[in-house]
């Protein structure tokens, strides 16, 4: 009986992506929605003290090969570059569907899993206060993530928020349209794009990029500004007024 509840309930979630985005994006083709991954942005806050050796060495060595068994397709880990304040640690989740992103929510049915992560679960002192967990949805232009080949590159996670829905939905249609192809002319280098259908400063988009290191990042922005098709559509009257704030943090992968 629960098994049939649980394919009940996962084969339902598979449409989630899809549905929490539909006031902000047209599908064109069911192929192109199917392909389009989820992404899961966890940031752990480390409490004053706490072993964030243990803390990685679950998130390398026991989380991740689970949630990869799970049908994860990329996991990786960031700290915040020159960070100040309180010790953080960045998960980025990739998932091919919001079906295989409940899946690897529970993870109790994995043996291995269990046998990995035995060490973290008996730990009793606390490592880190809570982990906050966003969750996105690609966009159609850029439906998946792109692994970076350089490891020791700088990493540039961006959030704008707008003041309402139809403001977001314009400037994600400024990326597919438009935008993204402008980053790789300028030099910086996507990871993903997402619509934030599950966390905090909604209505929001959010989207990581890359570069060799900060220097390459500031050059970047200002081959970026100059470059002649955002000077031509940062103009167009139904791009006018789609980002009411900016949030951003540089990291690099642990």
Known sequence: MQRRKFITTAAAASALPLSCAASSQIIGKDAIAE????????????????????????LKNALKPAMMRAGANHFMLFEQVAAGGPKKIYALISYPSSAIYIKAQSLNGDATYATDAA???????????????????????????????????????RTYE???????????????????????????????????????????LTYMIHTKNMAASS????????????????????????????????LKLV
């Open 119 to 157: 060490a973290y679960n008996a730990e009793t002192k606390v490592i880190y206060n809570r982990f906050e967990s966003w969750l996105l949805n690609a966009f159609d232009g850029f439906p998946k993530l792109e692994v970076a080949k350089d490891t020791n590159a700088v990493f540039e996670l």
């Open 162 to 204: 707008s003041i309402n829905e139809d403001a977001l939905r314009r400037k994600i249609k400024m990326f597919n349209d438009d935008e993204v192809p402008i980053f790789r002319d300028a030099g910086l280098i996507p990871v993903f794009f997402g619509e934030m259908i599950a966390g905090p400063y909604r209505p929001c």
């Open 219 to 250: 050059e970047g922005w200002q081959n970026f500004l100059k470059h002649p098709d955002w000077n031509r559509i940062k103009v167009m009257p139904e791009y006018l007024n789609t980002v009411s704030n900016i949030r951003n943090v540089f």
């Open 35 to 58: 392909e389009k991954e989820l992404y899961e942005f966890r940031t752990y806050e480390l409490k004053f003290g706490g072993d964030q050796k243990m803390l990685l060495a679950y």
